[in-house]
Nanobody, 115 residues
Framework: VQLQASGGGLVQAGGSLTLSCAAS????????MAWYRQAPGKQRELVAQ????????GYADSVKGRFTISRDSAKNMMFLQMNSLELGDSAVYYC?????????WGKGTQVTVSS
């Protein structure tokens, strides 16, 4: 499984941004996809996840009500719609997939929220 994240950038606090993740390879084997983020000096943390079977989602408390994770299975894409961005959301965001008992990571995309 290969993952390619895109869509990061610089945005003002209160603004919105949408991240995209393109998946390729053994896509049929993926059972969970997620977005993680890592800020400087901090551990990588789970932001949002989506289960392929059933489509249920989960969010970190810090982003509930502001971020929405979604998929377009026809295009093998995953998205993270981020609204009401806060300074604390600044981080490198990573696309993640769990498939065949293995973890797959895409290269990160930088999100910077300015005041």
């Amino acid at each position: 499984v290969q993952l390619q994240a895109s869509g990061g950038g610089l945005v003002q606090a209160g603004g919105s941004l949408t991240l995209s993740c393109a998946a390729s390879g053994r896509i049929f084997s993926i059972n969970t996809m997620a977005w993680y983020r890592q800020a400087p000096g901090k551990q990588r943390e789970l932001v949002a996840q989506i289960f392929i079977s059933g489509g249920s989602t989960g969010y970190a408390d810090s982003v509930k009500g502001r971020f929405t994770i979604s998929r377009d299975s026809a295009k093998n894409m995953m998205f993270l719609q981020m609204n009401s961005l806060e300074l604390g959301d600044s981080a490198v965001y990573y696309c993640y997939a769990f498939a065949e008992r293995m973890d797959y990571w895409g290269k990160g995309t930088q999100v910077t929220v300015s005041s």
